[in-house]
Nanobody
Framework: VQLQASGGGLVQAGGSLRLSCATS????????IGWFRQAPGKEREAVSC????????YYAGSVKGRFTISSDNAKNTVYLQMNGLKPEDTAVYYC??????????????????WGQGTLVTVSS
């Protein structure tokens, strides 16, 4: 199982970025996909999760209404569209394979595979 995150960068507050998580082909059958982030000096936290098979998404309260998770099954890729970015969104963002039963809570400790991180920096 492989996951590869990309799309991070430097953006001004109020701007947008789209992160991509490219996955190996069969992972959607067995896992939900989640985005997590870790800011300097802070614990890694859940941002958003999606289960294609169950049609379920989860958003952390801090990003609800600004971020949108989606998936393209043909490309085996999950996206995180981030709009209205704030300086507090600055973090390394990771995608991970989350066990399906935990998609509603997007539980960080119920992940089996992680991609490398991609840095998002939001300037004020």
């Amino acid at each position: 199982v492989q996951l590869q995150a990309s799309g991070g960068g430097l953006v001004q507050a109020g701007g947008s970025l789209r992160l991509s998580c490219a996955t190996s082909g069969s992972i959607f059958d067995d896992y939900a996909i989640g985005w997590f982030r870790q800011a300097p000096g802070k614990e890694r936290e859940a941002v958003s999760c999606i289960s294609n098979s169950a049609g379920i998404t989860y958003y952390a309260g801090s990003v609800k209404g600004r971020f949108t998770i989606s998936s393209d099954n043909a490309k085996n890729t999950v996206y995180l569209q981030m709009n209205g970015l704030k300086p507090e969104d600055t973090a390394v963002y990771y995608c991970a394979a989350v066990r399906h039963r935990y998609v509603r809570t997007c539980t960080r400790t119920r992940t089996d595979y992680w991609g490398q991180g991609t840095l998002v920096t939001v300037s004020s």
